[in-house]
């Protein structure tokens, strides 16, 4: 399209006494086509498009059949991070700075090109809970632990330009995205002095930046490698995505929350099918759902599969705005603007095309749980009990010791299968949602007059999403409540749903390990994956607030919590669940008179300051080059500009591959690059120790992302890890050829570098589904791992391997690892990539260990031009580097 075409489409919008130029789509159907019936996310694409001089005709096509092949570019306004990604993405930054230099350019070239807020969220740990000063000594213990990452951080915010750092304690990031830093619509200034107005885009470093899609905001998580090529001005290349519309009607009924709502659609959707897809909701029960509840089905999109679970602007948008403390004048233009492009939404309005349809009624939901491994296994809660011992029959290798009263060492209780060990009230997906926080208030200040207790083995935590919930919480007088139950605020991060859980006692874990028992963990969170959770808890459940109160009160998902006995009054009268439940009413009163425009106002008004310990950190100041200590076991220089130069071509055919790990299907992020806690013998706690690090220092793998020593080590080592090369183990094991001696991943890996023999990785289907993980990517990169051949892969990994350099490589329908009779031993070739081409395919020879070959093709995952350019020069950042040296 040509400049004058584009030009074109701009006009004036004047608001409260302030004239702004945007781009028009009304302008847009006037001269390419009529866009009126898209859906609003890819107007908001579209009108992305446009505005940095891409075609948009592509959209016009997708209207005839709702899909199109069309290549588009996509430049997000801003980026969004989190201390577990955003600490290896600001060490790329710090060594981009020293690889710019290597090349003959100058450092302070290598700047974030959009604005980028990193908050530190996912480091704070529950060490200490139900205890009043849980709070002030898990921070203690934080900046304890993470005070050489702190500064870090620090330092990149002083070096970098456009780069704001909000310090520990104020919140999770996506909270604080949706209650402060999202503009919804963004203001700038062009070369002439005009303010330009367009809609708020966001890419984020966690996979559930999705949920500011409920504030009528597009963003979708991305892994940290595409988030910096995003900041350093590379557009990212999407093909137009299928949407598919979910009409909401009806309304919940008493008893439900939002969380068995987003339970029962996490489930649909996923069954459904919308992996890679845009999904955009619309219907009556618009009028009626709040924000809160709209970000609490928007930020499990990565668990139904989607891309973004969004919904547009409307009147209850604009209202959120005012009530989070954004001022009138602003509020005023989000509404203007979105009325003028047709991206308003209005009660009764038609409808927008979409690619596919589906209808949830909200009065079919019912109160759920989902688990124990994954996050679309919903289950109705009357049914949990008899499903969980359904998972110990599927999963028990000693059915016959189970349902054994244990007694504890030390303690008068017992324990048996499926006591619930920790019951956390945590994550984006609940604690942005006042009204299941203030229903699990309500629920403990019942349980408190009746004089009901947590069972005494449970682990009860309560991590806020930002301040805002603790004073919302104390205005209405709950949180006396929710401590008498041991409830206490322990952090404001992710706490339990990162896997910082934090240490059991050491008479529960005994119990535990020795008797093999099966424990349990239920959490308000969004994910719970195998071995994430802690290493003691082999089932874990995701609830509502309310009902995590519920089940420590019970103890067990053994029995059927809808018609247990959770205690008995002073009266010995037995108490229900039911005698416990808030009415909506109850709920309502008080959201009404405990939330204040004035309190949002009050604490983001210097959230950017941090506390004095924050204050008090060290800054390694007048240099835009970080000075790097070699001794450090949490930021280290990373090795992926050691062999670049401007001529360089890292893609050849592979000769004489090794498999380095067998897998089988729904391997996700964690079980690549495991984010908890760090095993005492594991590689990574090897390396540790011989550090001079002692153990109860080692911290986390998610905080020593910033040191790819330790996070190589951390590849293929979560505990849960079943690679099937080493049947009958568990955690990071596999076997070496020649030979075939089992040791761990990284100890092949290591010996199979020192013999210069490449790998590679097989796995079934939707390979690396969960987490946005970086060092998924990173760490199978530098165990010399050059493609993984699955049968699928979930969409940010696949993006992130790529960005890596390595190549995602799947087999054609109806072939797996099991058609092959792979076992491991195998001897792989892979031809045609001198020549390869998007999309295209690749010629793979197996040698099995008695001569005989089989040849297979398998497509490449290398979707695009630019992937295939980033895979040429080993990577994206190699690639963006080279170009902004001007030597590619």
Known sequence: MTHEKISSFWRTLSCAGHDYRYVSLD??????????????????????VL??????????????????????????????????????????????????????????????????????????????????????LNMKREFERNRERYAFLRWGQEAFKQFRVVPPGAGICHQVNLEYLAPVVCQTKDDKGDIIVYPDTVFGTDSHTTMINGLGVLGWGVGGIEAEAAMLGQAGKMLIPDVVGVRLEGQLVEGTTAT?????????????????????????????????????IANMAPEYGATVGFFPVDRLTTDYLYQTGRSKEHIA???????????????????????????????????????????????????????????????????PKRGRDLPVSGQSYRLKDGAVVIAAI???????????????????????????????????????????????????????????????TVGYGCTTCIGNSGPLKDEICEAIEQNDLVAVSVLSGNRNFEGRISPQVRANYLASPPLVVAYALLGTVDQDITTSVLGHDPQGKPIKLSDLWPSRAEISDLLGSSLSRDTFIDRYRDVTLGTEAWQKLPVAKGSATYPWNDQS?????PPYFEELTSKKVFLDDISQARILALLGDNITTDHISPAGAIGLETPAGVYLRQHGVAVQDFNSYGARRGNDRVMMRGTFANIRLKNEMAPGTEGGVTRFYPGG??????????????????????????????????????????????????????????SNLVGMGVLPLVFPEGVTRHTLGLKGDELLSLEGL???????????????????????????????????????KGGILPYVLCGMAKTA
């Open 333 to 399: 233009l989000v509404e203007a603007y979105h009325r003028q492009q047709g991206t308003w939404h209005e009660p009764g309005q038609m409808p927008p095309h979409f690619t596919d349809h589906l209808t949830i009624n909200l009065s079919d939901v019912v109160p759920s749980l989902a688990g124990p491994r994954r996050p679309q296994d919903r289950i109705a809660l009357g049914d949990v009990s008899g499903a969980f011992r359904h998972f110990l029959e599927e999963t028990s290798q000693n059915l």
């Open 834 to 872: 001198k020549d390869l081409v998007p999309r295209g395919t690749v010629r793979v020879t197996i040698t099995s260990s008695d001569g005989s070959q089989q040849t297979v093709e398998v497509l490449c995952r290398v979707d695009t031009v630019d992937e295939l350019l980033y895979v040429k």
């Open 260 to 296: 068995d709502l987003v339970l029962t659609i996490t489930q649909r959707l996923r069954a459904k099918g919308v992996v890679g897809r845009f999904v955009e909701f619309y219907g009556p029960a618009l009028e009626h759902l709040p924000v809160a509840d709209r970000a609490t």
């Open 27 to 48: 302008a847009v159907s006037e001269g390419l086509g009529d866009v009126s019936r898209l859906p609003v996310s890819l107007k908001i694409l579209l009108e992305n």
């Open 51 to 136: 505005r940095h001089g891409g075609d948009g005709a592509g959209f016009v096509e997708w209207l005839k059949e709702g899909r199109s092949q069309r290549e588009i570019p996509f430049s997000p306004s801003r980026i969004l991070m989190q201390d577990f990604t955003g600490v290896p993405a600001v060490v790329d930054l710090a060594a981009m700075r020293d690889g710019i230099i290597a090349l003959g350019a100058n450092p302070e070239k290598v700047n974030p090109q959009v604005p980028v807020d990193l908050v530190i969220d996912h480091s704070v740990q529950v060490d200490v809970s139900a205890e009043d000063d849980a709070l002030s």
């Open 741 to 798: 001696d089992e040791m761990t991943i990284f100890d092949a890996a290591e010996r199979y570098r020192m013999s210069l023999v490449p790998l590679v990785v097989i796995g079934g289907k939707e390979y690396g589904m969960g987490s946005s993980r970086d060092w998924a990517a990173k760490g199978t990169r530098l165990l010399g791992v050059r493609a993984v051949i699955a049968e699928s892969f979930e969409r940010i990994h696949r």
């Open 426 to 488: 945590t994550s984006c997906t609940s604690t942005s949602n006042p009204e299941v926080l203030l229903a699990a208030g309500l629920l403990a200040r019942k349980a408190r007059a009746l004089g009901l207790k947590p069972k005494p083995w449970v682990k009860t935590s309560l991590a806020p999403g930002s301040r805002v919930v603790t004073d919302y919480l104390e205005r209405a007088g709950l949180d006396a409540d929710l401590n008498a139950l041991g409830f206490q």
């Open 633 to 637: 076991t949490y930021i280290q220089n």
